[in-house]
């Protein structure tokens, strides 16, 4: 849906496969990514696979930008891994 919306607004957009991410990566101009939640140090909860193709990006430096609503911004910190998505959203 979002593949389409950018690319009616007259944006070049290209949806590739999961496991093409590093292959193709070399090629990309930027990252767009969802979150689930940004915590208040600046951290995301993301979906699965996000962290894949954030490490793809950062290796061949390729901007990320992350898109997400202002309701999803959360006051609260994480802590050690104990916390789980339902804690925080």
Do not use: W
């Amino acid at each position: 849906r979002m593949a389409k919306s950018l690319a009616s607004a007259g944006i070049d957009t290209t949806v590739i496969n999961d496991s093409a991410t590093f292959a193709i990566m070399a090629r990309v101009n930027k990252v767009l990514l969802p979150a689930h939640a940004v915590l208040a140090n600046g951290g995301l909860i993301a979906p699965s696979g996000c962290n894949m193709v954030a490490l793809a990006a950062v290796k061949n430096a390729v901007p990320i930008v992350s898109i997400t609503g202002m309701f999803k911004l959360c006051p609260m910190y994480p802590h050690e891994g104990q916390d789980t998505l339902q804690d925080f959203v």
